[in-house]
């Protein structure tokens, strides 16, 4: 009888609480600042591959799947007009780790994703390989469930990551004769 007792209880409480629900694309999305980038990469990248993002279970915490990633990654490179469908540099994204709290009322998030943009008309020739490191905090006054606290973290923390690439592809000088990083 205790067992069906606590079994009510539990299944109260998530009901209450409702249910998880993952990053949405929309709100990764970098779209505040145009940058400024080398000619070369103008229109001319490709996305292609994003790996590492995890499904939500519904019945415990919001996570960053590879679609919704992915979305929001090529949706910031449109804006900043970078991306087109057959580019010559190839972007892979590989979504390494997502640090996120368990408890508390402030969360913060940490996404660490891995880069690495080829110039697929050089024998592939790595142009770019970096592990962005990008934090967000979500609040009580975002979101007062923790459940929705959580998922704008995770929001806020890839929208800050695809910032951090989209610098560093700010820094890259590309013509035809060479490819460096900005000094």
Not at 70 to 84: C, D, H, I, P, Y
Not at 95 to 118: A, N, R, S, W
Request: proline share 2%; aromatic share 6%; with cysteine.
């Amino acid at each position: 009888m205790q067992n069906v007792r606590i079994t009510v209880v539990l299944a109260a409480l998530v009901y209450l609480s409702g249910c998880a629900s993952g990053a949405k694309m929309e709100n990764m999305v970098y779209d505040n600042q145009a940058m400024e980038f080398a000619p070369g990469l103008e229109n001319n990248m490709g996305v292609s591959n994003v790996t590492g993002g995890e499904e939500t279970n519904p019945a415990w915490t919001s996570e960053i799947d590879n679609d919704a990633f992915t979305g929001a990654l090529k949706e910031s490179l449109l804006k900043q007009g970078l991306l087109s469908g057959t580019g010559r540099y190839q972007l892979e994204a590989i979504m390494l780790k997502v640090d996120q709290p368990l408890f508390g009322l402030d969360f913060e998030v940490t996404t660490h994703v891995k880069y690495i943009l080829t110039d697929s008309q050089n024998d592939g020739d790595v142009v770019l390989n970096e592990t962005i490191a990008a934090p967000y905090t979500a609040t009580v006054s975002d979101a007062f469930a923790g459940i929705t606290r959580l998922r704008l973290a995770n929001e806020g923390s890839g929208k800050a990551n695809i910032e951090g690439l989209l610098k560093k592809l700010s820094e890259l000088k590309i013509d035809s004769a060479q490819i460096s990083m900005a000094e």
